[in-house]
């Protein structure tokens, strides 16, 4: 697959001067320069540190820099070796024989064993790593018995170990084993096993990435990729019309329909394992210390109530959000878990229990729970004529959509009594204020892994934020025994059936505790250039991410167009119509040199943060 041709374009951005002189489009020349991969996107990584990530932007960032012990296929996403090439399971259930592939090298030369992968996983559970400390909670010890062979024991019987997902990229022990607090540690430049490591990196700018001289798999098409960043979503679409980057990510649907008819760029509406939510702070401030718990914040004490929480899902028109901000190409939502996801885990509420949008039931069901306007100014008072139900509404600066939605539900709930105050803010400082429990509403969205175990898990009491300052996934701090119980019940859970009882079951405790409203099933909307890149593949297939965060087969599968590969293409690219080797064809995208001669000359400053983490990365965070 070794490619013996580089073909070079560099860009321009608007009237832009660079030294004095525009820069133009250079003509693809052998040997001339590196071949460059340019996305656009509002979104920016926050960290590089695999124990701090959340964002959804910073998964591709991991995956095409890391191995995993099991990936993804890109069919279904289902578990598919990577670090890993088999595991044995003991008949109890406790004890976990991984064998991983030899011959590995870090990209710093150094080899790549199994004490690599034990040092990492217990490294996340020892230092709790926001996301994937999850994966581990039932790990008792792991220990590396000889350079390709990991044993892992649990705490109870589980399948969650017996080849199945275990999302935690394996780190360089090397590295990272002088550090008495890895948190703290920047990991930039990185060291990785994967195809693509970070080599620059400029806030607000862009980050790059280049290829590992030490990766061993399949050789990629590409020399270097380029997240470029912009202040805006129209800014991308300019840029994409204009040739100046190659593919982009849209949240905002009439801004991706600006895009569709354009000559030389495809779109797709891809699906994945994704929605977002009207979040509630169902008692920050308000529930008994626990563990690392202590209450804070000044969420309003009407959200604590159950009914209150109902009411207003009643009030929300999923359909109509749909329907009106995401012009139909989202599915209204219901549950936490979407569509996408194994086999028989999704449990859809049945007509007797969903809390369907009717605003007579939920004015009928506040007036029950004795919430009423005594004072006849249209707002509803806590029982006995105590505090106003008036919640601040957070959305996302940079994400339109939660903007757009915000009128539509501020006058449904001004129609059951309550009344409002929306703030758009940045992701970033939203997450602050959710992790400080300051809120009482806010807009935001999720991707979960495809079994449902990780988005179940972050809605366990111990998930909550515990201290006003540190980060928790569980941003309703939603707490009820119960649902802990059976969490801890289905994780050790051998039967797969029953498994999925315990799975529906934990999705109805939680939809009827009212603690989110899940407004749709976010689709993920994707556009490309035609005419300089090609061969994508979709995760999953047949309309998914093109160049998703969850295996790096993706990446390594886009060429430019007209390059042969000897088969066509495979992908959503479509054919190449027989420009092969040195036919002229440009490939878009920045040189290494342009851009330290962009420098200063360059700025984009990014009004927001996307901050999804392991949530909707379309172009702003699970």
Request: with cysteine; glycine share 10%.
């Amino acid at each position: 697959m070794g490619r013996i041709w580089r073909l070079i374009r560099v860009f321009t951005v608007g009237a832009m001067l660079v030294g004095g002189g525009s820069v133009g489009i250079a003509s693809a020349q052998e040997d001339d320069g590196p071949v460059v991969f340019t996305i656009g996107s509002t979104d920016e990584i926050t960290t590089l540190n695999p124990l701090k990530v959340y964002l959804a932007s910073e998964y591709y960032i991991l995956a095409w820099s890391y191995h995993l012990p099991f990936s993804f296929a890109p069919e279904d996403l289902s578990a598919v070796p990577d670090l890993a090439t088999d595991v044995e399971v003991s008949e109890d259930g406790m004890t976990f024989t991984y064998t991983l592939q030899g011959g590995l090298t870090w990209s710093d030369g150094q080899p790549m064993t199994a004490e690599d992968m034990a040092f990492t996983m217990q490294m996340y559970q020892d230092s709790h790593a926001y996301i994937f400390s999850g994966y581990l909670t039932l790990m008792d010890s792991i220990e590396a018995v000889d350079e390709t062979t990991v044993v892992l024991r649990s705490k109870q019987p589980t399948s969650l170990y017996a080849g199945n997902y275990l999302y935690a990229y394996v780190l360089p022990k090397h590295v990272w084993e002088g550090f008495d607090r890895p948190k703290q540690f920047e990991n930039y430049p990185n060291v990785g096993s994967g195809p693509f490591l970070v080599e620059e990196w400029r806030t607000g700018e862009f980050i790059r990435m280049v290829r590992n001289p030490e990766w061993s798999g399949p050789e990629p098409y590409i020399d270097e990729v380029v997240w470029r960043y912009f202040k805006s979503q129209d800014a991308v679409a300019e840029a994409l019309k204009a040739g100046e980057i190659d593919f982009a990510y849209f949240t905002a649907p009439n801004i991706f329909n600006s895009v569709k008819d354009e000559p030389n760029i495809e779109t797709m509406v891809g699906v994945l394992p994704s929605f977002d939510e009207i979040g509630m702070n169902t008692g920050s401030a308000y529930q008994d210390p626990d563990g690392a718990f202590v209450p804070h914040g000044d969420g309003h004490p009407a959200l604590t109530d159950v009914m209150v929480r109902r009411a207003i899902r009643m009030a929300i028109d999923s359909q109509q959000l749909s329907e009106k901000v995401y012009l139909g190409y989202a599915p209204p939502g219901d549950t936490i878990v979407p569509p996408v996801t194994i086999a028989g885990a999704r449990w859809e509420p049945p007509e007797e229990e969903r809390l369907a949008w009717d605003i007579e039931a939920a004015n009928a069901l506040l007036d029950e729970a004795g919430y009423l306007d005594t004072d006849g100014d249209g707002v509803r008072e806590m029982p006995g004529g105590g505090q106003p139900l008036e919640f601040r509404y957070f959305v996302r600066t940079s994400d339109q959509t939660t903007i757009d939605a915000a009128p539509f539900v501020q006058s449904w709930l001004e129609q059951i009594g309550i009344k409002t105050e929306v703030t758009a803010m940045s992701s970033g400082r939203l997450g602050d204020v959710i992790n400080a429990g300051e809120y009482d509403l806010f807009d935001w969205g999720w991707i979960p892994d495809i079994d449902p175990n990780s988005i179940l898990s972050y809605f366990t009491c111990d998930q909550r934020p515990p201290d006003g300052t540190s980060y928790g996934n569980n941003d309703a701090y939603y707490c009820n025994p119960a649902y802990d119980e059976l969490f801890l019940q289905q994780q050790s859970e051998l039967d797969p059936q029953r498994r999925l009882e315990m799975i529906h079951e934990l999705q109805r405790i939680f939809y009827n505790d009212a603690a989110y409203v899940v407004k749709w099933y976010s689709p993920l909307l994707q556009a490309y250039r035609t005419d300089t890149f090609t061969g994508y593949i979709p995760q999953p297939q047949p309309e998914g991410d093109l160049l998703s965060g969850y295996s790096r087969d993706a990446i390594l599968s886009i060429r430019p167009v007209g390059l042969d590969v000897g088969g066509g293409d495979a992908g959503a690219g479509g054919e190449d119509e027989g420009a092969g080797p040195g036919t002229g064809a440009e490939t878009r995208g920045v040189s290494a040199g342009v851009w330290i001669g962009i420098g200063a000359g360059v700025v984009v400053l990014v009004t927001a943060i996307l901050l999804l983490r392991r949530r909707r990365t379309g172009e702003d965070e699970a």
